[in-house]
């Protein structure tokens, strides 16, 4: 059976960067995505060997590294028992002063909690003995102090996570309620556009989280979820028609002009170069193209158009190389973009 913790800890890999948006908004901005970062699960073992105890939380610890080049490690911790733990501040002191002792780095932590009870949130760990007094605190998110609705207008991947963790805290679910709640919590995961990894993802943990009681609803959520994918919209509105008609004109006539519509999107030259640089710099960490283009705000459309023209890379070199071409003329002959070529040419 796949327990909670092991889908908290899935979901924590699977939607890294989002997690980061989510919950941390002005950390999220300060860390430079290109360097890619580093999930640390052999630290974290170190100083908490797996243990009875331990399979009520999922933990994920990641090194990142700031706009300045400072290496950061965030720690986010799930509590999932459905209980109060009056040693709970004292365990997120504890990983704070092993890692901090054990390997000297600064460390942000989070504690999410998925129990029902509104009033238990601890945000802190305090000790006074005499003269002497300590004060730990860590950011902290209650899911119980949500509504469905609040994360309804919220694009990140990670408000369907919580939407699906909020199915959770109602307990006594009559399954044909429960079949119910999730097919209409897939169908706004449809709506919201999600790419086909994320959807996959965001899926199973749907499926997962809260369990059926007879197993034939379970076929019955995977039927319903069939019919849902096979049912394609027959028509599309006017942005739409006109998006998919310049998408084709631009690889009918040349991406030079295609992308000289895509600066319509907002992009001057100097970003559409800084966003291409970005794009070429996160293929080598094999970063998602969906998440790519959240990072730096442009069209996955773009993104996946400058990917594929990146495999071109050794024979822009190899031009570059070989010819007195210049940065337009190589763009022609390869059908790339020019601001590619230059990137790559360092200029």
Request: charged letters at 25%; aromatic letters at 12%; glycine letters at 4%.
């Amino acid at each position: 059976m796949i327990n909670q913790d092991r889908l908290w800890k899935a979901i924590l890999e699977d939607f890294f960067v989002e997690a980061v948006q989510f919950f941390f908004k002005d950390l999220f901005l300060q860390i430079n995505w290109q360097q890619g970062y580093e999930v640390l699960d052999k630290e974290l073992r170190e100083i908490f060997p797996n243990s009875a105890e331990n399979e009520r939380r999922a933990d994920l610890l990641v090194k990142v590294f700031l706009q300045d080049g400072t290496e950061q490690w965030i720690l986010i911790h799930v509590e999932i028992q459905g209980y109060k733990d009056d040693n709970f501040a004292k365990r997120m002191f504890t990983y704070f002063y092993r890692l901090t002792d054990r390997f000297n780095v600064p460390i942000v932590a989070l504690a999410l909690f998925t129990d029902a009870d509104k009033n238990w949130c601890p945000d802190r760990y305090e000790v006074s003995y005499v003269s002497t007094h300590l004060i730990y605190k860590y950011a902290t998110f209650k899911l119980a102090h949500y509504q469905a609705a609040d994360f309804d207008i919220i694009q990140n991947p990670w408000a369907m996570v919580m939407q699906s963790a909020l199915i959770g805290l109602k307990k006594q679910w009559k399954d044909e309620a429960l079949l119910e709640a999730k097919v209409n919590l897939y169908r706004k995961l449809r709506e919201k556009g999600y790419n086909q990894e994320q959807s996959r993802h965001l899926l199973q943990f749907i499926k997962y989280y809260v369990r059926f009681h007879r197993k034939d609803f379970f076929h019955k959520f995977e039927h319903v979820i069939q019919s849902i994918n096979q049912d394609k919209p027959t028509s599309m509105g006017i942005i739409e028609l006109v998006k998919e008609h310049l998408l084709q004109e631009a690889k009918e006539q040349g991406l030079e002009q295609g992308h000289e519509q895509g600066l319509e999107q907002g992009l001057e030259q100097g970003e559409l170069k800084k966003a291409i640089t970005g794009i070429r710099n996160m293929t080598k960490l094999n970063f998602e193209a969906a998440v790519m283009a959240s990072i730096l705000n442009v069209p996955e459309e773009f993104v996946l158009e400058i990917k594929q023209q990146l495999l071109q890379e050794p024979q822009i070199v190899a031009r570059l190389q070989a010819s007195h071409s210049n940065t337009q003329q190589i763009a022609q002959e390869l059908e790339v973009h020019p601001l590619l070529v230059a990137v790559i040419k360092g200029e």
